[in-house]
């Protein structure tokens, strides 16, 4: 099974800030790899899909980049929306595999 | 608008057995993979299972292989979650999400349906 790897699991930050955080995988994805939002008590809401394609309507301060087994989300201007837990998953191969999360706290 | 919604959730001893469906709506269910995630209180995401369209191919994380059993009826645009032997490890919200395309990624998820396995 390929394991993923998220860092940091907790994060502090606050708005306007830059976050980003990592995702690594034990062995390559190519660019098969996504990125979530969840918020308490939700579903996970998709921002990132094969990398770096922002899924529609999310908006353009999420970003992706990364291939093989180094990945990143990053957050360009932290809005009071966007404090939540992040996820990255593979889909690579079976059995599809997720990231433990980061949670983005307010500072 | 696509809309996911799971119901069958609920309380029940170890060893027992539930049924879990997902009514789909605002697109064509019979074009799409789909799939059910859990997530134990607490805790992160868990990819349980998928099926393609036509119910031909599915496939199981190793924890439920031999358990639990996805299926889907195009009849009545439905997903469903066959869990037998059911374990206090099973406890978790259960989502089905819809894969768009051939890849497998989730971007529909429902609301979640609880299940909880407890004496």
């Known amino acids: 099974d390929i394991q993923m790897t998220q860092s940091p699991s907790t994060l502090s930050a606050s708005v306007g800030d830059r976050v980003i955080i990592t995702c690594r995988a034990s062995q390559s994805i190519n660019s098969w790899l996504a990125w979530y939002q969840q918020k308490p008590g939700k579903a996970p809401k998709v921002l990132i899909y094969q990398a770096s394609s922002l899924e529609s309507g999310v908006p353009s301060r999420f970003s992706g980049s990364g291939s093989g087994t180094e990945f990143t989300l990053t957050i360009s201007g932290l809005q009071p929306d966007d404090f939540a837990t992040y996820y990255c998953q593979q889909y690579n191969s079976y059995p599809v595999t997720f990231g433990g999360g980061t949670k983005v706290e307010i500072k | 608008e696509v809309q996911l919604v799971e119901s069958g959730g609920g309380l029940v001893q170890p060893g027992g057995s539930l049924r879990l469906s997902c009514a789909a709506s605002?697109?064509?269910?019979?074009?799409?993979?789909m799939t059910w995630v859990r997530q134990a209180p607490g805790k992160g995401l868990e990819w349980v299972a998928n099926?393609?369209?036509?119910?031909?191919?599915?496939y199981y994380v190793d924890s439920v292989k031999g358990r639990f059993t996805i299926s889907r009826d195009h009849a009545k645009n439905s997903l469903y979650l066959e869990m037998n032997s059911l374990r206090v490890e099973d406890t978790a919200v259960y989502y089905c999400?819809?894969?768009?395309?051939?890849?497998?990624?989730?971007?529909?998820w429902g609301q979640g349906t609880l299940v909880t396995v407890s004496s």
């Open positions: 999400a819809r894969i768009p395309g051939s890849d497998s990624y989730f971007d529909y």
């Open positions: 099926i393609k369209q036509d119910g031909s191919d599915k």
């Open positions: 605002g697109f064509t269910f019979t074009n799409n993979w």
